[in-house]
């Protein structure tokens, strides 16, 4: 991923995040100098604004710039969480399904992100694909599996209380298009 699409993910995830360029460097893993000048660039353009602090320049999104909705939406579709979570499942064998369901459609940064995945159980890869997107988004990812629920509006997995009525598919036969790959 780009610095750019890798600093866009991140900050629409957290919106109101204020952040030293050292720390988002380190969140990203990418080099402070380039980080530097891509948010130099983004500041004047009015994407981005920055804060000075004693020695320190904290820097986060502009909500006041005129298209930050519609530049939060097409990250959020393109290569928010239903885009990292569908790419990082496509990747293993046995998953039929996956949705986001419960507060995980709004795109709260104070929510987590609530993933049913139907169909075999992956184990350890799957935990260290959602410990991947946690580290990219900055949000926590709760991941319920199971078997493809009956059409009740709820079910339980592993003792957790899944609600369908608010749900997202984004991964399966049903939404294999939905998504863009980048």
Known sequence: MSILGAMLLHCCANPSARLHLRDLA?????DPANLSKELRRLEIEGLFRSEVSGRHKHFQLNREYP?????????????????????????MEGIED??????????????????????A??????????????????REVSCVKGPRPCCSES????????LFRTKI??????????FPTF
């Open 67 to 91: 298209l930050f909705a519609e530049l939060r939406s097409i990250v959020s579709k393109t290569i928010g969480a239903p885009s990292l979570i569908a790419q990082s499942l496509k990747k």
């Open 121 to 138: 159980r992956p184990g350890e890869a799957l935990a260290a694909a959602m410990r991947k997107i946690e580290r990219q988004l900055g």
């Open 26 to 30: 380190g969140r990203l893993d990418i």
């Open 155 to 162: 079910t339980t997995y592993g003792g957790s209380k899944v």
């Open 98 to 119: 996956a949705y986001l369901y419960g507060a995980s459609n709004q795109l709260d940064a104070a929510s987590d992100i609530d993933v049913l995945v139907i169909g």
């Open 169 to 178: 598919a984004v991964f399966g036969k049903t939404v294999s298009k939905l």
